[in-house]
């Protein structure tokens, strides 16, 4: 299995323009998550999915912070419009079922907006 | 009080030195513990899980303490590969929390 795969690796837009990052899970995980990493608040989580369904978005920062999973194997996150302090590295990852089970991440999407 | 909390580090040690450091994390339900392993610029890895009766892998050594809510990772004989960032990880009802991580730097 090639892995969680991320894309863009990195993004450098401009303030107010809109952002997509994408992320296709493993096979077979049914549990996927949005997680945020920067200096300051280290790995925040943003929101999670479990058969497509999102469970939890209170780690959502606000109304222009969207996520999608339309199928199993992709899920998008929207930030619309961007702003300098949404540059952070995003995160995904994926897991199946069982509390003990590990969480597979992607490589990350280096975000920068100026 | 944040969810899970971390020794602020970083453990600058030298190779050979045994190092340790814990966790605290605020949920007593809480349901399983991890610890995760990031190296600069990277994804986080899982490194263990951490059983309630304390377990090890090589070098590693994780304990669960639920009474006093914490969890501690502790490296023997530690390698120049061992730098990195370590992230304690506790999962309430599938929402992984993370902690900020702690730094070792292993010098030669």
């Known amino acids: 299995d090639a892995g969680v795969i991320q894309s863009p690796r990195h993004e450098v837009t401009e303030m107010g323009q809109e952002v997509t990052l994408r992320c296709k899970p493993i096979?077979?995980?049914?549990?996927l998550f949005w997680y945020r990493q920067t200096m300051m608040r280290g790995l925040e989580l943003l929101i999670y999915?479990?058969?497509?369904?999102?469970?939890?978005d209170s780690g959502m920062p606000e109304d222009r912070f969207s996520a999608k999973m339309p199928n199993a194997s992709f899920s998008t996150l929207k930030i619309q419009p961007s702003e300098p302090r949404d540059s952070a590295v995003y995160f995904c990852?994926?897991?199946?079922?069982?509390?003990?089970?590990?969480?597979?991440f992607g490589s990350g999407t280096q975000l920068s907006v100026l | 009080r944040k969810e899970v909390e971390q020794d602020p580090g970083p453990f600058n040690v030298p190779e050979g030195a045994t190092v340790a450091f814990n966790c605290t994390y605020s949920?007593?339900?809480?349901?399983?513990f991890f610890w995760y392993r990031q190296d600069c610029r990277k994804e986080p890895k899982l490194l263990m899980s951490?059983?309630?009766s304390g377990n090890e892998d090589g070098r590693f050594t994780a304990q669960l303490n639920r009474a006093s809510q914490y969890i501690s990772l502790l490296i023997r004989d530690s390698k120049l590969s061992d730098s990195a960032t370590y992230l304690c990880?506790?999962?309430?009802?599938?929402?992984?929390?993370f902690g900020a991580g702690t730094t070792v730097t292993v010098r030669a």
């Open positions: 990852a994926s897991k199946t079922p069982g509390a003990g089970e590990k969480l597979f």
């Open positions: 096979s077979g995980h049914d549990y």
């Open positions: 999915f479990n058969n497509n369904v999102p469970i939890d």
């Open positions: 949920n007593s339900a809480s349901q399983s």
């Open positions: 951490v059983y309630s």
């Open positions: 990880v506790v999962n309430d009802d599938y929402k992984l929390s």
